[in-house]
């Protein structure tokens, strides 16, 4: 490690593994560059899929909850940052999102033809692709059938997997590395092309071209530091902030002292696609839990109701948690976990002001978030059609938070109106959960916005974002594309503005 | 971890998971994973449901005029079931939270998975 360099990434995830890859491949104009990130160095043969010792590699272990206790915030802290567990649902952003931004925001140079010639490449280089339909598990059979029999259309994700060995639970790390996550493609070609790397390295603050860090010590079964631990403090001519929707405002607001920023548009406008995670019961064996667990999804009440349905399917724990209740009828449910079928509800929340990243007294972040009444009216909904689609698929009886009846059966469709409603849906009973936080660091031209519209922090010189903390509001689908494609493009205007 | 916390946190522990009440190792394998899960936490949020763990027992001779951990399972589980519907939003949500890790710590353990017919991973690998 030197002491100076011209590019310092903070976070090897979907924004900062991108920008390291691409402003690697400029190593002839003589850039130098060091990648920091907080999590250890896990690679494939680290992952075991038993969610005791994998959840480790996730912000305090996947337990970080709003300030209110209603919604549960993943993310991951491990190199390859939230692609290291995320599932490779690909989507590119819609172009109604891309219109929003250009004309409510000031993107202007986020066209249609832009984002599809730089998210052409970047889905080539990590292989997204329809799955066949042999890949699908009953799960994903099931849940077409229903929506077949309710005359809903489903459409197939698109997912970037190669060589796949089907293990079954993604979202603690992929044993085989077919999950072509930063972890697998970005982080080790810009390694390739000669950047300096330091894992286990938390960023404390940041000051104007200078970047200060702490060395931890290496997890267990994780590859070794390679620097000794300990504080550090490197120059830097640019620094790329890409630490994730829960850090990277909490970085700059430790840094405060020494930054002069825009105080009041940090940490704004966060939205995180509340989801809930429902499950219905077949008569017989569907083993959910072998094969790959993601290949349908319903779009068709997106626009009129606010949300996607997705298949999905987790590991006992988690399916123990997301279902409702305690005690013998809880039980009787994970008894059947191997007939169980899934679906997550994915909602759209607007971008509200009030809704943000702030930290503690130690510099930690918080989230202060208040889940929109026009966000609860769409899970009422959403939670009414996945019971139908379960009945329609053929489950036995459905476990679903907000009923007022522990267990559905299909002589409850009739009542579903009076049986799940706005006031029986308790958000701490069931709490939300969210993988896909965006926004905090809003990139926008208005005084809304943290960050001008070539990803510059306002008002400081030396420092660019280049992770989810741009989006100006939701992009309603899975997210982790439109992170790439914005990292890209910042990561091109550095490379104009800095090196040219 | 203090002794009181244990014997409340396992009289909650029996009504979430009634097969821990009648399978000592079930219950003592039980308390080992969720000690490990728990003491991963940071102290803010251990501290939070230790203090929740105190208020459930104490509440308890408010409402059913006796100790906790000297009510009967069926009662304790009447009780449980008031606090998880109680008025003050933060006591509920707390409680879900404390139910969460629970069922996370229990469900996490390779010999629960037999009874809910569960195979394990395909890969057979140990962390140390
Ligand atoms: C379980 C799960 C499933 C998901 N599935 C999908 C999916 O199927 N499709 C999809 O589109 N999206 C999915 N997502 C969302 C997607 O992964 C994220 O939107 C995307 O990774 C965000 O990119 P990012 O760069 O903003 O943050 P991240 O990818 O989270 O990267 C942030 C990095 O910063 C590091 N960091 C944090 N603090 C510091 C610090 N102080 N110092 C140094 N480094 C720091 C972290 O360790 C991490 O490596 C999923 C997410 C999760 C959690």
């Known amino acids: 490690m030197k002491s100076a360099y011209d590019i310092v990434i903070i976070g090897s995830g979907a924004g900062g593994g991108t920008a390291a890859e691409y402003l690697s491949r400029f190593k002839d104009k003589g850039v130098s560059i060091l990648l920091l990130d907080s999590g250890s160095y896990r690679t494939k043969e680290f992952f075991n899929q038993k969610e005791k010792d994998m959840t480790s590699m996730y912000y305090k272990r996947g337990g970080f909850l709003s300030k209110n206790l209603s919604v549960g915030v993943a993310a991951a802290n491990t190199v390859g940052g939230s692609t290291a567990v995320y599932t490779g649902v690909s989507f590119r952003p819609p172009s109604s999102v891309l219109k929003e931004w250009r004309d409510d925001f000031g993107l202007s140079f986020l066209t249609d033809d832009y984002a599809n010639s730089r998210l052409n490449e970047i889905e080539e280089q990590i292989n997204v692709h329809e799955l066949p339909e042999s890949w699908d598990n009953e799960n994903n059979s099931l849940f077409k059938k229903g929506a077949d029999a309710l005359g809903i259309p489903t459409k197939r994700l698109k997912i970037n997997v190669k060589g796949c060995q089907q293990q079954g639970f993604c979202n603690i790390g992929c044993t085989s590395g077919g999950k072509q996550s930063t972890l697998e493609v970005q982080v080790p070609k810009a390694l390739n092309n000669g950047i300096d790397f330091i894992y286990n390295a938390e960023v404390s603050y940041l000051e104007e071209n200078k970047v200060n860090f702490k060395v931890k010590p290496a997890v267990l079964n994780t590859e070794p530091n390679k620097v000794s631990e300990g504080d550090y403090s490197i120059s830097a001519k640019v620094i790329v902030l890409a630490a994730g929707v829960l850090n990277s405002p909490a970085i700059l607001m430790r840094s405060l002292k020494h930054l002069n920023l825009q105080k009041d548009a940090l940490g704004r406008y966060v939205t995180l696609h509340p989801a809930l995670n429902v499950n219905g019961v077949q008569p017989e064996k569907i083993k959910n839990y072998r094969g790959f667990p993601k290949t349908y999804y319903i779009d068709a009440f997106s626009e009129s109701n606010g949300y996607y349905l997705e298949t999905s399917f987790y590991y006992p724990g988690i399916t123990a948690k997301n279902n409702p209740g305690f005690g013998a009828d809880h039980q009787k449910v994970m008894k059947d976990y191997n007939k169980m079928m899934s679906i997550l509800i994915l909602t759209h929340d607007k971008a509200e002001k009030h809704n943000r990243i702030t930290v503690d007294k130690n510099g930690n972040p918080v989230l202060e978030y208040t889940v929109n009444p026009a966000v609860k009216a769409s899970l009422v909904d959403a939670l009414k059609k996945s019971v139908q689609l379960f009945f329609a698929a053929g489950c036995e009886y459905a476990v679903i938070p907000g009923s007022t009846k522990a267990l559905l059966y299909p002589s409850d469709l009739d009542n579903l109106d009076e049986l799940i409603t706005d006031k029986s849906l308790s958000f701490a009973k069931s709490p939300l959960s969210s993988a896909h936080p965006q926004g905090g660091l809003r990139m926008s031209a208005d005084e809304t916005g943290a960050v001008d519209i070539n990803g510059k922090l306002k008002g400081s010189k030396s420092i660019y974002v280049a992770d989810a903390c741009l989006f100006p509001t939701s992009v309603h689908v899975n997210p982790y594309e439109t992170v790439m494609l914005l990292a890209r493009y910042v990561s091109e205007q550095i490379l104009s503005e800095n090196f040219n | ?128």
Request: hydrophobic share 40%; charged share 25%.
């Open chain 2, 1 to 128: 971890m203090d002794t009181s916390f244990k014997k409340n946190l396992i009289a909650i522990a029996e009504v979430v998971l009634p097969d821990i009440q009648t399978d000592a190792k079930l219950k003592e394998d039980f308390w080992n994973n969720f000690s490990y899960f728990f003491n991963d936490l940071d102290a803010d949020s251990s501290g939070k449901l230790k203090l929740l763990t105190g208020v459930i027992a104490k509440l308890s001779w408010v409402y059913n005029v006796k100790s906790f951990n000297k009510l009967n399972v069926v009662s304790r589980e009447h009780y449980l079931k008031k606090i998880s519907d109680f008025p003050v939003s933060k006591i509920t949500a707390g409680f879900t939270g404390l139910r969460n890790l629970i069922m996370v710590s229990y469900y996490s353990m390779n010999n629960t998975w037999d009874d809910i017919n569960y195979d394990g991973p395909i890969v057979q690998r140990e962390i140390k």
